[in-house]
């Protein structure tokens, strides 16, 4: 587990069998399990949201101390996440730059969020941040979503270097969603139920989304990199929750400095062009 002193990541070694199969879209919507695909109002696109796409879980060898670092390798996610019992966690806030898309032929898809739920069970409650491709046009966007509902856009602007802060917070039997941008000047709060969530993780990530045709996940956006910043899991810093590293292909993750910063940068081939500095 990640402290608030970097550890380097040593020789991985497999503690599971094969990889988890990821169910199809239409099975994951029917039994709350997976990714389905979520049409939006962005060129329609599908969407990011909804639970992680499990792959194989790997721990950090040849460290002495019995709190090793873990890390979990995904289909979809790239950040850190904190995991644990039923009714553990109740809150989660960061900040993030909104990347700058670099676009090549075909589409590609990348969103920036912090949530609630959605590692071990199969609700999540979420808002972001997104940098999509339409061919070689890049095309920003802000959401929140309860999943399995449908993501719900907000109308605001959006531009790559926006400085997005976003909080989910479970208080009085319901969820409250605030993502402002203050480069924009807009801020926008929800506040929704929602029974059958367990909250029992914390997230703060990249994503990669689902879902194409066959269930699979998307072509990731060459987003550059995206920071995050001031993470906290319960009002505490991102590091004293323990949390879990979490990859998944083509995206890279910094340790956490600070106990409540780390980085995503995107790790593929190019996409097309050159990016800029």
């Given amino acids: 587990m990640r402290r608030g002193s970097p550890i ?28 389905g695909p979520v049409i939006g109002p962005v060129s329609g696109m599908v969407q990011p949201g909804g639970p992680v796409t499990r792959s194989t879980t790997l721990h950090v060898a040849g460290l002495a101390s019995s709190a090793d670092p873990t890390v979990i390798s995904s289909a979809n996610w790239a950040g850190y996440i904190a995991t644990g019992a039923a009714d553990g966690y109740t809150s989660v806030a960061s900040s993030w730059t909104e990347p700058s898309g670099q676009c090549g032929q075909g589409d590609q898809y990348s969103a920036f969020w912090v949530g609630l739920d959605g590692y071990s069970d199969s609700t999540v ?41 976003g ?34 993780s914390a997230e703060v990530v990249a994503e990669a989304p689902c879902c194409t045709a066959s269930g699979g996940v998307l072509p990731l956006t060459d987003f550059g990199s995206a920071s995050f910043t001031g993470a906290m899991v319960n009002g505490a810093g991102l590091c004293d929750a323990s949390p879990e590293e979490i990859t998944m292909p083509d995206a890279t993750v910094t340790p956490v400095s600070s106990c409540e910063d780390f980085g995503v940068s995107y790790g593929g081939g190019q996409t097309g062009g050159t990016r800029s500095s």
């Fill in 167 to 200: 909080s989910v917070t479970y208080e009085n039997s319901k969820f409250q969603i605030t993502l402002a941008d203050s480069t924009q000047g807009w801020t926008d709060t929800v506040s929704q139920p929602l029974a059958a969530a367990e909250l029992s």
């Fill in 125 to 165: 409650e979420q808002t972001g941040s997104e940098v999509d491709c339409s061919g070689s046009t890049p095309e920003y966007s802000a959401w929140y979503e309860m999943y399995p509902a449908a993501p719900v856009y907000f109308t605001n602007p959006v531009k790559p270097g926006d400085e997005f802060s």
């Fill in 8 to 35: 380097v990541v040593v020789t991985l070694t497999l503690v599971f069998g094969g990889a988890l199969t990821a169910v199809s879209p239409a099975a994951g919507a029917a039994a709350g399990t997976g990714t």
